[in-house]
């Protein structure tokens, strides 16, 4: 019978951490799953582990230089099986990941999307779990349409591969590429939340997250920008035209509490606990209202977890956002 899952593996420059993360998906309880790599142009030793991995289920494909957005996109097109499963390079899959996510999308074969928790990873040197929206599909499309955006973890996500083109695919011309995906798909499928911790996600100070913060924020108001505009049928402007107003809502004690407690993690993940200690001081410091929000969220004890600033704050601004 044909596997119903592919792993895909975006590789771009990934070691040290690549052969982790590949080999988390070649320890799986369950072997009824494809790997495709797409190798955008690597220059560190990635080639060359990938071509060291003797196992049929792998096919690895290599292009020029592209860039995250067009490689998943390209996934999208080259998979062939139903289901496309996310991983970065730097995180890992834990050992039942794709024996339960074969039960899930056998029980829920029209859904769009599962995704499940995750832990910051190594496990046993940092603290807590991936931040994510928690619910039923109809309690997820529900959020989506009050305006604001899903937070899913990308590197847990399963997605139906001829729904997500049908929206769309991940658009390039969106920054926060994954965020854009998940309100489209809510709005169309379900979104199916596996209660489950099944992937380990790593804070990689190379990551674009921790070095384009800013800018991240500013595109992750854009999509929700977006979104309201498809709600609210208005003609949305291009990200250039809006960036300054969006940066505008941007609380600057706020981006400080949130730059600290990633540090907080990476130092945990490098074994750095004095600057670990320090950086959480200095986010609680910076922000308390922030910082206390964040633990609270982490004990998901605030209800349900979302992106984005209350949709009032465009609505108040609509003159500017949508002359």
Not at 82 to 90: E, N, Y
Request: proline share 5%.
């Amino acid at each position: 019978m044909a596997n119903l899952l592919t792993v895909g593996l975006p590789v771009y420059n990934s070691m040290p951490y690549l052969p982790e993360a590949v080999e988390s998906l070649l320890a799986q309880t369950c072997k009824h799953f494809d790997i495709l790599a797409i190798v955008d142009d690597c220059q560190d030793g990635s080639v060359e582990y990938m071509e060291s991995i003797r196992d049929p289920r792998l096919r690895i494909l290599r292009q020029p230089k592209s860039g995250l957005t067009p490689t998943l996109n390209r996934m999208l097109r080259e998979v062939k099986t139903p289901w496309l499963v996310r991983q970065d390079t730097d995180d890992v899959s834990y050992p039942n990941r794709i024996e339960r996510l074969l039960e899930y999308v056998g029980n829920f074969p029209d859904a769009g999307v599962f995704y499940s928790l995750a832990d910051y990873h190594p496990k046993d040197q940092c603290v807590g779990q991936f931040r994510c929206s928690r619910g039923t599909p109809e309690e997820l499309r529900k959020l989506v349409q009050s305006g604001y955006l899903l937070t899913l973890c990308h590197t847990s996500v399963v997605l139906n591969v001829e729904k997500a083109l049908a929206v769309g695919g991940y658009r390039k011309e969106v920054y926060v590429e994954d965020a854009d995906m998940w309100w489209r798909m809510a709005l169309d499928y379900d979104i199916r939340f596996i209660p489950e911790t099944l992937v380990g996600f790593r804070h990689n100070p190379n990551q674009s997250t921790s070095r384009f913060m800013i800018p991240q924020m500013v595109h992750g108001l854009y999509v929700q920008y977006l979104l309201l505009s498809r709600l609210w049928s208005l003609e949305a402007q291009s990200a250039e035209r809006v960036e300054g107003k969006l940066e505008s809502m941007i609380s600057a004690t706020d981006m400080r509490s949130k730059a600290q407690l990633r540090e907080f993690n990476i130092c945990l993940s490098e074994k750095k606990y004095l600057e670990a200690s320090l950086a959480a001081f200095r986010s609680f410091f910076a922000s308390p209202s922030f910082f206390t929000r964040r633990l609270i969220e982490e004990f998901n004890l605030s209800g349900s977890i979302t992106n984005g600033v209350n949709p009032k704050l465009y609505l108040n601004r609509k003159a500017e956002f949508w002359p």
